[in-house]
């Protein structure tokens, strides 16, 4: 067994499959006071990313709730669902949104009206919605962390020749030194991700989330990857790129749980223009251009070459998906397309008077005035 697992070992790290033509991994051996990237450096990522979840935990319960306080964030009051043995163990093991025939038996067996059953669910579910707090917290942790990410990257690279000329990523290639810096940016990054995938289950799911999952996996293989064939120089460029503008998205989302409506809609434009220029620009037409064109000028294309820019590509679709979603609240968000809400009880019944009058009958026209008049009484009471 052990054989057969070197025998795979030494076909899947062969030289030919990840370098080009005469070149491998003992190249990469450090010499003459030249240090390279190593795999075994790649298991430091994990006490890193436990690092980060203990870090996390002690900045969301201190510096985000403190931050919560100073933005205003407050919790709307949830009406909390009756205790009822038989819907409680329906909800948890059957499923939360029962279809109508569910409902009628449900009712039978707790002795509640098809109403009382409906609100009893609407309500238990209105219970595991997470918290505005919780969101807060979780954004105000990604929020810090990309912001001095990027920041550190862009120190770490803002002197070196590839960070203005791209085709410098392959001055070189594969014997490029590892410099201090890139050493820290790539633990620290990948320990980020890694946490981020130990806390999937406790975070709150939305709606991007199987993308999201796909994101994360994806960005951590290309990673690793770039570090185990030292294409650190492309490697530190990508991280660099993903990392200016979510900071900008997450600071987006602190603001909208805080209600802070204006200051969010403009974030969130300034966000979806770097996204654009970053991610839909300057990644593909710069970085994936010289990961995908130039080495081919300069070497016959190998495996590591297909698989390198196979990841990127699924990054850069991940892209594409995300900036539709994004152009379209954005375009939302414009200062002569925002909306405004209406209250649901609103005390002028005149526009919703006037589309009804539209399509009833004159005999529903004394229920309904007598339908609006109630409401009205109550949204005063």
């Known amino acids: 067994m052990l054989t057969w697992l070197r025998e795979l070992s030494d076909w899947v790290w062969q030289d030919r499959l990840w370098f080009p033509a005469g070149l491998g991994w003992a190249d990469l051996k450090d010499r003459d006071g030249l240090v390279f990237a190593k795999g075994s450096d790649l298991w430091v990522i994990f006490p890193i990313a436990v690092c980060f979840l203990i870090i996390r935990q002690i900045f969301e319960r201190t510096v985000a709730v ?34 109508q025939s569910s409902v009628e038996e449900l009712t039978k067996q707790s ?71 890139q050493y820290w940016y790539y633990m620290i990054e990948l320990g980020f991700y890694i946490s981020l995938l130990f806390s999937v289950a406790t975070d709150v799911k939305r709606k991007d989330f199987k993308e999201q999952i796909v994101h994360h996996v994806a960005t951590i293989l290309l990673i690793s990857f770039s570090w185990l064939v030292n294409y650190i120089r492309a490697g530190t460029l990508i991280m660099l790129v993903h990392d200016a503008s979510d900071y900008l998205l997450e600071s987006a989302k602190m603001f909208n749980y805080a209600e802070w409506r204006k200051t969010c809609n403009y974030i969130f434009i300034l966000f979806a223009a770097v996204f654009i220029l970053t991610r839909l620009v300057i990644l593909p037409f710069w970085i994936l251009h010289t990961t995908w064109v130039y080495p081919l000028t300069i070497y016959p294309p190998f495996f590591g070459f297909y698989f390198f820019n196979g990841l990127l590509l699924v990054l850069q679709c991940l892209h594409i998906f995300w900036a539709v979603l994004i152009l379209r609240m954005a375009i939302k968000f414009l200062p002569g397309n925002v909306r405004i809400h209406k209250p649901k009880h609103s005390l002028n019944p005149k526009p919703q008077l006037n589309l009804q009058l539209l399509f009833l009958g004159s005999k529903h026209i004394k229920t309904l005035t007598s339908h609006i008049n109630q409401k009205i009484k109550q949204s005063i009471l």
Do not use: H
């Open 66 to 99: 403190k931050l919560a306080s100073l933005l205003r964030v407050r919790e709307k009051p949830r009406v909390r669902a009756a205790p009822n043995t038989t819907l409680e163990f329906y909800f948890c093991n059957a499923s939360k949104f029962p279809s």
């Open 111 to 181: 002795g509640c009206s098809v109403r009382q059953v409906q609100r009893w669910f609407r309500r238990r579910r209105n219970q595991e919605r997470p918290s505005q707090i919780k969101k807060f917290r979780e954004a105000s942790w990604r929020f810090t962390f990309y912001l001095l990410a990027f920041i550190a990257g862009l120190g770490a690279l803002i002197d070196k020749p590839w960070f203005y000329d791209m085709e410098e990523m392959w001055n070189g290639f594969p014997t490029l030194p590892l410099l201090p810096s």
